[in-house]
């Protein structure tokens, strides 16, 4: 009997020791992961890793400090302690209630929007005669109806269209423009912003060793000028289905995901130095957008970030994660307005013209 006993005294103790071992491992992993926002991957790529693992951490955390509560085990401080700091980070993810402020002066409504290039044309309610114009004509639709005063667009891509200006005008009359998009013999393809305001200047920011880019223009309201960052950063450059479909047959096709994935991380951040440089020479208020390819948890949003207001930490409600095939585990598309603005709603639209969902903002334009 005393035999039997210490066998199972033993077990427990075995099973006590390994699951404290589980806990310190996934809590040194999500401490890791607050860390990664402050190293600039260039520095050390796979701390970026660590940032986009946040969600998983935090849900495999929380389950790990459940079970060591039912346990009644000392053990649930390790994941406590580990969760602790995510008070202050899960709001980057996840909002409760919006802490929105009234509309005053003049508010403004934007949309920023990755169009993906209209391959989403491919999906079964596009596919069919004409399956990319009408995924075109329903992306122009939506913009329509959100009746945006500023709409930032990234990766559009026209079809053996070259007279871009043209083509505007016959899509968003009401709106003027600035762009730049790259010719090729298939057509082009950039990034494009649209406003009911007046364009006062436009730009680009030519980013080395990337088809990436950055457009900017200064937008007057009344007597206020301010500048928009429309960003595409740096992409990943893989498949996601195509990987989910791997079979493990084919290895070079891992690591030459691997091999993207490791570039992306590398260039990013050359890409967020050479934003902010600019941000620091212009003397007007500064609004970015746009696709950062770069959830919350990493050095390139909290870069930007810096003496910006994130309107969906400000003025968003439940998920605010805008990359369709991992939702809602992946945020990687902004609208940053600065300190002394209201931001007034923020909404992350189901639609389906796109990988990424578009972010839809309003906010009180202010003087300092």
Known sequence: MSRRRSRRDMDSIVTNLAMRIVMLVFALLLLLSYISLAVNPAKAW??????????????INFLLLLGGIRRMSRSFLIPLVALLPSLVFIGHYFQF??????????????????VGRYNQGRRPEFKG??????????VTAFLRKTDADIICLQEVSLSGEYDVATYLKQKFPEYSSAYYMFVTDKGTWGN?????YPITGKGKLDFE?????AVYCDIRIGQRVFR???CHLQSYNISLSRLLRYSGDDRDQVKDAEQRVKKSILIRPAQVEQIVADIED??????????????????????????????????GKGFGATYSMLWPLIRIDYILIPEHYGAVSHSVPKSKCSDHYPVVAEFNVTDE
């Open 129 to 138: 005669e004409g399956g990319r114009e009408v995924c075109i004509d329903s």
């Open 97 to 114: 209630e919006s802490g929105a402020v009234d509309p005053e002066g003049t508010t403004v409504r934007m949309v920023s929007y990755n």
């Open 282 to 315: 212009c003397s007007t208020d500064v609004i970015l957008a746009g696709d950062f390819n770069d959830n919350p948890m990493s050095y390139t949003y909290f870069r930007l970030k810096k003496g910006q207001q994130d309107t969906f930490v400000e003025a």
């Open 209 to 213: 060793q990337s088809a990436n880019q």
């Open 228 to 230: 928009v960052y429309n």
């Open 46 to 59: 796979y701390m970026t890793a660590l940032g986009l693992l946040y969600v998983p951490l935090v849900i």
């Open 192 to 196: 494009i912003t649209l406003s009911r």
